[in-house]
Every structure is written in structure tokens, then in C-alpha cells.
């Protein structure tokens, strides 16, 4: 389904595509050039978090907090490609990317978290949501990986890691 831009004066012209079977949304330019895809879930978790941020936090399914660590990752016949995140949960992470791999790509990675730096956590993915340009000049291009295969003491290590920093950030 493609509903078209007209009341939005900024953005006239462009239209959303709605694919119920992949659960994205995808903006069109003027000329029906790619602008991004995002899912259905990234959207929703948006307005979560737009809504209350304080309450919201504790809504999650996983718990997720700002972080930057190495990650190396490889997604289907490509080599392997050395990036940083943006942010951590229990459910995914944020790759920061000029050129971000597009929505529904299966990728495999490993990073390590600070607290445990030579203990390397392995990870299949998918990427879940796109940010194609910076934002704000604060939120760099890049994609959200949700995680769907992860041993469960990984998960449990960067849980338990999310969870420490979020005390802190939050109470200190």
C-alpha cells in the first residue's frame, strides 16, 4: 500500500509504502528513490519511548542503554566489516554505519563489552530498523540489529551489564 505525502509541507511529494508481509514501512522520494525502510516494531518501540521516557524504560521487553563497543560483523557473502555501536540491549544492538545494510538482512557478528574485554560474545542477527543519514547531527546513520540467535549466557552478560549502567545513569 502506498499512501502518498500532502499535508506534511516539508516532505510533499513523497509517499510511505506499507508491507504487511515484511511489517516495514519504506519512504519514497519524489522520484520513488529509497529514502529508508524502518519495521513495524522500531515504529512502535518509538512511540513508547516518546511518549515517557522514565516510564518506558521499564516497558521493554529488554533492557537497552547507550553504549559504545567494537563490533565485527558479516552478513551473507560479503567480508567482514569493523564498526562501532550506538547502543546495547538484551533484544539487539545499534551498528553505526554510513551505508547501512538493508531492512530483514541476516548478519552474524562479535563484540566484547568493556567489563569483560578479552571475552568475545558471538551473535546472529537481523537488522530490524534503518537510519540512513545523521539526525540531529547526535544520531549517527546506522542500523538497528535485533538479535536472533545468542547463547544465553551471552545475553545474560549483557543484560546484566545494560542493567549496571542504566542504575547508574539513572540514579546518579
Known sequence: MKLPISATAA???KALELDSERETITLRGLN???LGTVTWSAIIDYIWASEN???????RAEVRAPLAVKVRYWAP????VESLTGGIG?????IERMAPLDVGTEIRMDF???????EILEAKGRVAWVRAKLERRVHFPGMGVEFTEMSTEARKR????VTALNRNRFQG
Not at 112 to 118: E, F, N, S, T
Not at 158 to 161: G, I, K, Q, T
Open 11 to 13: 516532505h510533499q511529494g
Open 158 to 161: 549483557v543484560v546484566e551489564l
Open 32 to 34: 520513488g528513490e529509497h
Open 112 to 118: 566484547a563489552l568493556p567489563d569483560r574485554p578479552l
Open 90 to 94: 538484551g533484544g539487539g544492538l545499534f
Open 77 to 80: 557473502d560479503s567480508a567482514k
Open 53 to 59: 521516557q522514565d516510564r518506558n524504560r521499564y516497558l
